[in-house]
């Protein structure tokens, strides 16, 4: 017997709130996928530009496979975790880590669980960083590096002025005498 599936109407897949991963190309720009949706990915010069067109990739995908008969998989959702996986470890870290849970009053479980949250946290915020900087430099044509010290107890700003990718000749330097006094 063959197994009969529903089919919706192509609007309701439309509608559906598909994970979206967008990692940066080691060649420039950035890379959209969505993995529940096999081949559907696209990229861009900009966050701006991949997003737009992830939309497109995401809109196409679907009215292609609606026209071509292809079952459409649904986006994947928390259900499909437990909550639960096994670690293996080496014996030390095992005994390291009950040690830590129990200076700090929690169970083992409870201990490796704030660990992991506060270590994927702090991964996210470091993505963001380095994205808001990716963007940030892709916006500048023009670097500009300054340090700052004394010279003969006034204190003094040295800009460095150069296009991206070439070493500046020395003549480029320039010295800003500082007025105020610059914390140390």
Same mark, same amino acid.
Request: net charge negative; hydrophobic share 35%; proline share 6%.
């Given at each position: 017997? &063959?197994?009969?599936?529903?089919?919706?109407?192509?609007?309701?897949?439309?509608?559906?709130?598909? #994970?979206?991963?967008?990692? %940066?190309?080691?060649?420039?720009?950035?890379? !959209?996928?969505?993995?529940?949706?096999?081949?559907?990915? $696209?990229?861009?010069? $900009?966050?701006?530009?991949?997003? &737009?067109?992830?939309?497109?990739?995401?809109?196409?995908?679907?009215? !292609?496979?609606?026209?071509?008969?292809?079952?459409?998989?649904? #986006? %994947?959702?928390?259900?499909e975790y437990s909550g639960k996986f096994m670690v293996r470890m080496p014996k030390y870290l095992h005994r390291r880590l009950v040690e830590k849970a129990k200076r700090e009053g929690a169970s083992l479980n409870q201990y490796v669980e704030s660990i992991l949250s506060a270590g994927v946290a702090t991964q996210n915020v470091i993505d963001e960083i380095k994205t808001e900087l990716n963007k940030i430099s892709t916006q500048i044509d023009v670097r500009r590096a300054f340090t700052v010290g004394y010279l003969t107890s006034q204190p003094y700003v040295r800009w460095m002025t150069e296009e991206a990718g070439q070493e500046p000749p020395i003549q480029k330097f320039r010295e800003i005498k500082c007025e105020e006094q610059v914390a140390a």
């Open positions: 017997m &063959k197994n009969i599936r529903e089919v919706k109407p192509i609007e309701f897949y439309l509608g559906l709130n598909y #994970p979206i991963t967008i990692y %940066r190309d080691e060649e420039g720009g950035f890379v !959209a996928e969505i993995e529940d949706l096999p081949g559907c990915i $696209t990229e861009g010069e $900009t966050l701006e530009e991949v997003n &737009k067109r992830i939309g497109d990739a995401l809109e196409s995908w679907i009215h !292609a496979a609606y026209e071509d008969d292809i079952e459409i998989p649904l #986006p %994947r959702t928390d259900e």
